[in-house]
């Protein structure tokens, strides 16, 4: 039942959707009457959809090898050599 309730606070999982979510909308995200999940955490979970936006992004510009290279950087050094502005 909660997944449910999660899937429809959290607009089916759409990280486009996700990814626009404003202040009053983050902070609305409530079960009867308290925060789904902290403030804190709810902050990731909208950055995490923005930056899986630009995954996705990157994986149409990019051939597999080097969106692949791209995370492997992210992940262990902070970054990506592959960047695009």
């Not at 995490?48 to 950087?73: G, T």
């Amino acid at each position: 039942m909660l997944y449910f309730i999660v899937r429809k606070l959290f607009d089916q999982f759409d990280p486009s959707s996700i990814a626009q979510f404003t202040e009053k909308k983050l902070l609305s995200l409530k079960v009867n009457g308290n925060l789904l999940l902290s403030e804190p955490k709810l902050r990731a979970i909208v950055e995490n959809a923005k930056q899986m936006l630009k995954v996705i992004k990157l994986s149409i510009q990019q051939p597999p090898s080097i969106v692949a290279n791209c995370l492997w950087e992210a992940e262990f050094s902070g970054g990506c050599k592959h960047r695009q502005a």
